[in-house]
């Protein structure tokens, strides 16, 4: 670990698809946070609808996520959402956009079911330099046979695996960013370093404006292959990130209420078009 890289105390959450205002998205937006529990101490996911668009355009560089649940299995069947056995007890399943999950069938073990999240990368020495030389996080796993790596900053945490692809990294037109929380004072350092090493620094630290809620601390970089990473500032993160008793209720009110079939034949739209 580098002598300023980041501590090994970090809340790992994923923005899954894009994030507040990001480009090229910086039109009309919602967005959903949805996880398993509190975001102190689980993973997220951040779904961000973008009126206008239609559709996307999956890349490479979001590979899936990896959840430990028999009862996520026993409800797909239920369902009749269509599986796929890849090996021996963990089922691929496919998301509505195209987005892939993989299930393994055994009992919750721990208080997240969301084990690791999967990137594709071009050059796993590369990317585990960055992510574990700079950014501090601890190897768990490396496997040069098969061109993946799993790290994370702590053992309780959800992991993230790193995993080559054959050519580029491709972004497709569905790109997000992985986000990480940690004290508002460890920010400066994390930028200072980034500048030394000749990192590539996407939005430099600034503060955010949230009306009648916390302002938060944000810095976005972006690793060798142009994955977008987000620290903020927990001290105000965890203001924000406060969970809405009624937040099931308003997400299906607002699915029920959707009109945006409506929304693209006013615009004379096709809703399939991105």
């Known amino acids: 670990m580098r002598e300023n890289s980041c501590d090994s105390d970090k809340t790992f959450s994923l923005m899954l698809l894009r994030c507040f205002c990001s480009r090229p998205y910086d039109g009309k937006w919602s967005k959903t946070m949805v996880g398993y529990g509190p975001e102190d101490n689980h993973f997220v996911a951040e779904l961000t609808y973008n009126y206008g668009v239609g559709e996307y355009r999956l890349g490479n560089d979001f590979l899936g996520i990896t959840l430990v649940s028999s009862q996520a299995v026993s409800n797909a069947k239920k369902l009749g959402w269509p599986l796929k056995e890849v090996t021996t007890g963990i089922f691929e399943a496919e998301a509505p956009g195209g987005y892939r999950f993989y ?6 073990l721990r208080q997240d079911p969301v ?7 071009s050059d796993l020495q590369k990317s585990v330099n960055y992510w574990s030389g700079l ?11 098969k061109q ?14 790193l995993k080559t692809v054959a050519g580029a990294v491709d972004h497709g037109t569905a790109f997000g960013r992985i986000a990480f929380s940690c004290p508002k004072d460890e920010l400066p350092n994390i930028e200072a370093l980034m500048k030394k090493e000749n990192q590539r620094i996407l939005t430099p630290l600034v503060s955010l404006d949230t009306p009648g809620k916390a302002t938060v601390q944000v810095i976005i970089l972006a690793d060798p292959d142009g994955h977008e990473i987000c620290f903020v500032g927990d001290e105000a993160f965890r203001d924000l990130s406060k969970v809405d ?3 099931d209720k308003l997400l299906d009110d607002a699915m029920a209420a959707d009109n945006s079939d409506k929304w693209f034949a006013a615009q004379k ?5 991105a």
Do not use: S
């Not at 299930?103 to 919750?108: A, F, G, R, T």
């Not at 950014?135 to 046979?145: A, H, N, P, T």
């Not at 993946?148 to 695996?161: I, P, V």
């Open 103 to 108: 299930l393994e069938d055994k009992e919750q």
């Open 115 to 121: 084990l690791k999240v999967t990137l594709g990368v």
């Open 135 to 145: 950014l501090g996080m601890k190897i768990y796993e490396k496997d040069e046979g």
């Open 148 to 161: 993946r790596a799993l790290l994370g900053y702590a053992d309780n945490q959800c992991k993230l695996e």
């Open 245 to 247: 008793p009624n937040g």
């Open 269 to 273: 739209m096709k809703k399939a078009a």
